[in-house]
């Protein structure tokens, strides 16, 4: 897939989470998977998620045993993205992403040690749009492995990298 073509899929992603304030993170437990919403960064998607949280959280201990996550959105369309999630200290990545929201929800600053990011870098997505009863689908496969899957239902493939 051209380059071209890859930034054009991007986008369409990026224009279909942009505007959505919250979105739901799913981790994996022990006793099985845990959904909690999540305030999205305002941030250029390229491939990746960015999200706040605190060493303290469940999700903090979820994600360091379990990198499989997933990430929901719905707002004028609805979207699932499948990814893996690492935990970020980085300083300077904290203040680039902070926002006077983020202080209100945590009640805290960046610079706080307990405040950490969670990154997740986007395996596939796969999005549904209903308008005048249209459905389109659309997945985006493994960045790394470059595997592309078979759907009945697919009608177009997305590959990020």
Known sequence: MSNMLKKEEMETLRELIEDVDTAMLTTVTDEGL???????????FDGDLWFFTKKETNKYEEILNEQDVNVTYAGKSYVSVRGKA????DLNKKKELWSKANEMIMQTSYDDPDVVLIKVKAEAAEYWETGNFVKK??????RMTGKSGKSAD???TIELE
């Not at 845990?34 to 250029?44: G, L």
């Not at 690492?86 to 200290?89: F, L, Q, R």
């Not at 689908?137 to 493994?142: D, L, Q, S």
């Open 34 to 44: 845990v959904s909690r919403p999540m305030k999205t960064q305002e941030v250029e």
């Open 86 to 89: 690492e935990i970020i200290e």
């Open 137 to 142: 689908i659309a997945f985006m496969y493994k």
């Open 154 to 156: 697919v009608n177009e």
